[in-house]
């Protein structure tokens, strides 16, 4: 995928949508005990991301990287794919990036 600088803010969540063309919707959850109640509390948030390939499906795990602006809503760019979901396999991943380039 695309190496960013170090000094930027990395985030590891899930691709929820891949209807966009060079965008994909992240979702990052974030789990964290209650300072009061003691109970475990899962925040989430949905992000845009940029995939300059069009390569990454839906369900795949990610690590996004801030970035400059580009777009409205657009401020972070996949970096890497951790985890491809179940039953897509890489060689399906690769020939569906080079039909559309």
Same mark, same amino acid.
């Given at each position: ?20 063309? =060079? @965008? ?6 974030? $789990?964290?005990?209650? $300072?009061?109640? =003691?109970?475990? !509390? @899962? @925040?989430?948030? =949905? !992000? ?6 069009? @390569?990454?499906?839906?369900? %795949?795990?990610?690590? *996004?990287?801030?970035? $400059?602006?580009?777009? =409205?809503?657009k ?5 890497e794919? *951790? ?9 399906? !991943? %690769?020939?569906?990036? #080079? #039909?559309?380039?």
């Amino acid at each position: 995928m695309v190496k960013m600088a170090n000094n930027r803010r990395r985030l590891v969540g899930r691709v929820v949508s891949d209807k966009m063309d =060079k @965008t994909v919707s992240v979702l990052i959850e974030n $789990r964290k005990m209650h $300072r009061l109640y =003691k109970k475990v !509390v @899962t @925040t989430s948030k =949905k !992000v845009l991301a940029h995939d300059e390939t069009n @390569t990454v499906p839906v369900g %795949a795990l990610v690590r *996004i990287v801030e970035s $400059r602006p580009l777009s =409205k809503r657009k401020r972070w760019v996949v970096e890497e794919v *951790i985890e491809l979901p179940t039953g897509v396999d890489e060689s399906e !991943v %690769a020939r569906i990036g #080079e #039909e559309e380039s």
